[in-house]
Structure formats: structure tokens, C-alpha cells
């Protein structure tokens, strides 16, 4: 299918009649390698329970098109300076939030993108909400932080947190919550009654998590500083939630990120690797929160 199908199956459709009587706004990069496909699944559910939503694709990620010149342009891999591969399968650029803030502004209920970095799909409600300038990097860089906190789902509320046993629940975690200011501050929370955990600690492994250089970390609409945040934890009558700020920005290089598929003789496995101090407990602990779910 080339998408994700259980943003159709599990995320949107048994939800769709709510999602339309209460004016929640979806956006999503689900569309994979083929966001039209995505939409048109969606639509076919729109039909069934009799809901009409505005839905809106955002392409022009796919650079296959445009090989030839590319290959032409003698582009080499950033960080290897590796020669562009001759042999190319698929071939993708992370696009930013301007699409789908201009989605949003035309009137979409569902924002359906195909390749594009994660925190955008967080920054373009923003723009398109508080009405922030593209040239405002400050803000563009805060509303980036936003969305790289929630980006991994699970990670910012103890997921991956160093400190696993002091992780409740597991098996119950609750997704994150951000609740964004135009001033771009925002608070970093999960709702009420769930498992896991937000305090300062899983929201600064998180905030480091893949991003290089803290002070140059590199989107298409902002580079982002993120040396001077600031995390403020405090007490809710729903638990703990930590207040984030101080995140600043420049003008972006003006160069994409590509993700380009070629073969070159190797494979890909992937295994769940537990290591660190208590690493035999964490594994169990770890195993058993899994069938916990499963059941």
C-alpha cells in the first residue's frame, strides 16, 4: 500500500465521527510513499460513516523525478562525502511545516504528508494557529522543539528513560501531550490516568535524542539552538509536567536531508538490544510489560 494503514484502521476510523463533531484537526505523515493512497483510504471511511472532512495531501517529497539531474549535480552524502549511488530505488526529501500550515489555512481538516521530518507535523498547526512569520526563527525553533519532544510517541514519557524502574505502568503508557503559547513556550504532559512518566530527566533525554549538534541542529524551515532550554518541572492535580523554553533559531542552510534507497549488498536485521547497569532485570521487566499488552 505504501502507507501506514493503521492510522486508517486504528488512529482515524474508529474515532472519525468524533474527529468531526468536535473540530479536531489531524496531521499526519502517514502517506509513506503514497499519501494520495492514504487519503483515498481515508475518504472511503469518510463515506461509510457518513462524515465529510476536508482532506488535503502534501507531495513533492519524492525526488525520483528529478534523479537525472540530481545524479548530474555530483551531490555527495553529507556526513561521508560518499558519491551519489548510481543505482537508486527510492528517493525522498524531508520537507518542512510550510505545507502544512498552507493546508491548514485553506481550510483541511487532515493533513496527509509523505516524507517530512517528524517535528513538522507539530510546527505547521502552530504557524497556522498563532500565525507566526517564517522569517520569526525563534518561534520556528521553539515550535521544532515541540514537536521533536512528541515526535517518538512514548519516549518523552519514560519509554526509553534511563531510570526504567521508576517507570509505572508500562503497559499503560500514555502518549505525550504538548500545550503550546504563542510566545512559544509550551508545557510537555500525558493525560490523566495513564502510565509512565514526564519530569525533567525523560524530557532532557528525549531533547538530545538524535539531534547532533545541540546548537546547530538542522530542519528545513529553522536551524535550531538548543543549548540554552530551559525545563521547569512542576506538580499537577494529574501528576507531573514540565514547562519548556529558551529554544532559539537561525535561517535554515536552504539544503533538504534526503533519505535515498540503493542496493549495495547488505542486509538489515533488526534485534531489541538491552544493555547498562540491571540490564537482566530491565530485559525481564521489559518482556513482561509486552505481554501485559499483548494480552
Known amino acids: 500500500m505504501g502507507y501506514a494503514p493503521d492510522f486508517i484502521t486504528v488512529a482515524m476510523a ?8 468536535q473540530g479536531i484537526k489531524v496531521v499526519s505523515n502517514a502517506g509513506g510513499v503514497n499519501p494520495h493512497g492514504c487519503a483515498a483510504a481515508l475518504k472511503k471511511v469518510c463515506e461509510v460513516a457518513g462524515v465529510n472532512l476536508n482532506v488535503a495531501v502534501v507531495t513533492g517529497d519524492d525526488l525520483m523525478p528529478k534523479l537525472k539531474s540530481l545524479q548530474d549535480d555530483c551531490i555527495i552524502d553529507m556526513q561521508s562525502g560518499q558519491s551519489f549511488p548510481k543505482a537508486v530505488v527510492s528517493m525522498n526529501a524531508y520537507i518542512g511545516a510550510g505545507p502544512i500550515a498552507r493546508a491548514l489555512d ?7 504528508t509523505g516524507r517530512c521530518v517528524d517535528s513538522a507535523v507539530v510546527l505547521g498547526p502552530l504557524v497556522h494557529t498563532f500565525g ?18 512528541v515526535e517518538c510517541g512514548a519516549q518523552v514519557t519514560g519509554g526509553i528513560f534511563t531510570d526504567w524502574d521508576k517507570v509505572p505502568d508500562w503497559d499503560h503508557i500514555g502518549f ?9 513556550g509550551f508545557i510537555v504532559t500525558k ?3 495513564t502510565g509512565g512518566l514526564v519530569n525533567r530527566g525523560t524530557v532532557s533525554e528525549q531533547l538530545v535524542y538524535e539531534i547532533g549538534d545541540p546548537e546547530h541542529y538542522m530542519l528545513p524551515d529553522v536551524c535550531c539552538d538548543f543549548s540554552h532550554v530551559q525545563l521547569d518541572e512542576f506538580d499537577t492535580p494529574d501528576g507531573t509536567a514540565v514547562y519548556v523554553s529558551g529554544a532559539k533559531g537561525h535561517p535554515p542552510t536552504g539544503e533538504f536531508k534526503v533519505c535515498t534507497i540503493y542496493p549495495s549488498g547488505f542486509r538489515a536485521t533488526a534485534v531489541a538490544c538491552v544493555g547498562g547497569v540491571n540490564s537482566k532485570a530491565k530485559a525481564e521487566k521489559t518482556a513482561e510489560e509486552i505481554l501485559k499488552r499483548q494480552v
Not at 485553506?106 to 496527509?112: E, W, Y
Not at 505525550?176 to 512559544?184: K, T
Open 106 to 112: 485553506l481550510g483541511a481538516d487532515v493533513v496527509i
Open 176 to 184: 505525550p501531550i504538548v500545550e503550546c503559547a504563542s510566545n512559544g
Open 132 to 149: 507566526w512569520d517564517w522569517k520569526d526563527f525563534n518561534s520556528l525553533a521553539a515550535g521544532s522543539l515541540a514537536g521533536h519532544l
Open 191 to 193: 493525560p490523566k490516568a
Open 14 to 21: 474508529p474515532f472519525i465521527k468524533d474527529i468531526k463533531r
